[in-house]
């Protein structure tokens, strides 16, 4: 192979005029950080509703969380994203559409949102399973002291399943990170893109990748640990997590 | 104060748990229900507050019909505490806010407030030193007092107990029971599900026995024990009275 490495290259400007390659990689860094977050929040908040729709004795509540889940995982990802992006808008009355279009940070928001919206389905079984593996007489119990469902799950069932169901949760974390590299097909230059404008400037493939691979490895490595860090300070002595 | 008047219930559309049952249950009484397993007296005693619903019959409890959709629920399940198989302590909370929490999320006492209560039944039942441990760090015969003082917190007008010491093992059913006869001999209204037969003959005032669904008896305590009218009733005291 004839390659010329060239491992300085993230100390040269980069074109554009805003920095060097490096500084080039860390904006996309940030961009992805944003989105993840951004994207977990949105999972975190809709799967945890569908979850729990999931599991209430309602048939009506279980479809819906059942059509939910459904819907969004049967579709690639990748899939989800272009029927957001470029399908949507036109699906809208044009004044809604056009508005669409020409928001700012548009491909910021569609990956975000999409992302979340995809992983909600993942959490919203996970929490399900959780609360499922919860004894009967976990919600029998709450429910004859007089807590009304939404206390009952409020108090008891859902921080009792969110414990159970933690080390799982945090491969759903990571996950929702990674897939925010896909945001690169409709436009949203995070990690992965600026390091393929990093390749198409500077010729050193390697170098842009190995720095990008390098980038999420730090991230997922941060995520693993605080999520390790939470798991055990919120263990139960002497119960299934705690010791 | 309990009525249960013709009360039949199904599971699905085929297995019927109870067939017809009438009794009730008087202010400051103490009922022992008894019977084989699958009798259907757990059943029974879940259908008085409504954990499980009836489809035929009506239960009126302190003269509140509890199979009215009219019905407020979890205001008259806050009323009648519940004992379980097995114990059904909140795992996540410390003892202290086990006993708390229905007293402040259902009745709406003040932090303070609940926590003197809980502080004084836990006294009662002798665990006022485990306050600040996790269920799962106590004994079982010492996590279903806790059960029992969780219960009386809400200053119940009556106790149902689900077979309260058939989980336990043999040294630790007494502790419990003996909590329970303090209760019985204040002159709390009581329905105990239960094969503790010395019990019974200690502190209840009649003796239902069940069979498949049916009940088949339903006597004064010392007419049960001297001369069970039915055969079933006889096999079933022999056979548990035999060791």
């Known amino acids: ?243 | 104060m309990i009525e249960i008047n013709h009360v039949s219930k199904w599971y699905g559309s085929t297995f019927q748990a109870l067939k017809d049952c009438t009794t009730k249950v008087a202010k400051g009484e103490v009922v022992v229900v008894c019977g084989p397993s699958g009798s259907g007296k757990s059943t029974l005693i879940k259908c008085v507050n409504a954990l499980e619903p009836i489809q035929e019959g009506d239960i009126i409890l302190d003269g509140i019909k509890v199979n009215d959709p009219k019905t407020d629920l979890p205001k008259l399940r806050a009323r009648v505490g519940m004992v379980f198989q097995h114990f059904e302590l909140f795992p996540h909370l410390k003892i202290i806010e086990n006993l708390c929490l229905a007293q402040e999320k259902v009745l709406g006492r003040s932090h303070d407030e609940a926590m003197a209560k809980g502080a004084k039944l836990l006294d009662r039942v002798g665990l006022k030193v485990h306050a600040n441990k996790y269920p799962a760090e106590l004994s079982g015969g010492q996590q279903q007092r806790v059960a029992i003082a969780r219960a009386l917190a809400m200053d119940p007008i009556a106790m149902l107990f689900d077979e309260p010491t058939s989980a336990l093992d043999p040294e630790m059913i007494s502790e419990v029971l003996d909590v329970m006869v303090d209760l019985a001999r204040e002159g709390m209204t009581m329905m105990v599900v239960t094969h503790e037969m010395g019990f019974a003959r200690k502190v209840a005032h009649r003796v239902i026995f069940m069979d498949q669904g049916e009940i088949v008896e339903d006597a004064q305590k010392d007419d049960f024990f001297g001369k069970p009218r039915s055969d079933r009733a006889q096999k079933f005291l022999s056979k548990i009275l035999s060791h």
């Open chain 1, 1 to 243: 192979m004839n390659y010329n490495w060239n491992w300085s290259i993230f100390f040269e400007p980069a074109p554009g005029g805003t920095g060097t390659y490096f500084h080039m990689l860390l904006t996309g860094l940030w961009l992805t950080i944003q989105t993840g977050i951004f994207a977990w929040i949105i999972a975190l908040i809709f799967g945890s509703i569908v979850g729990v729709l999931r599991t209430l004795p309602s048939k009506t509540a279980y479809w819906i969380g059942f059509a939910w889940v459904e819907f969004f995982r049967n579709m690639p990802l990748l899939v989800q994203l272009f029927l957001w992006f470029f399908v949507l808008p036109e699906l809208l009355p044009r004044s809604w559409g056009l508005w669409l279009k020409q928001m700012p940070n548009a491909p910021f928001y569609t990956a975000a949102i999409g992302i979340g919206l995809f992983m909600s389905a993942r959490v919203a079984v996970q929490l399900a399973a959780g609360i499922a593996s919860l004894p009967r007489g976990q919600k029998q119990a709450a429910t004859a002291l007089g807590l009304t469902t939404l206390q009952g799950y409020r108090y008891v069932l859902l921080p009792i399943a969110f414990r159970i169901i933690m080390p799982p949760l945090t491969s759903e974390f990571l996950n929702t990170i990674k897939n925010t590299a896909v945001a690169i097909t409709i436009g949203l230059i995070e990690l992965t893109g600026q390091a393929r404008s990093m390749q198409e400037f500077s010729f050193q493939v390697f170098e842009a990748f190995t720095a990008a691979t390098v980038m999420y490895l730090l991230i997922n490595i941060i995520v693993v640990t605080g999520m390790r860090f939470l798991e055990r300070s919120l263990a139960i002595p002497g119960y299934i997590t705690g010791k």
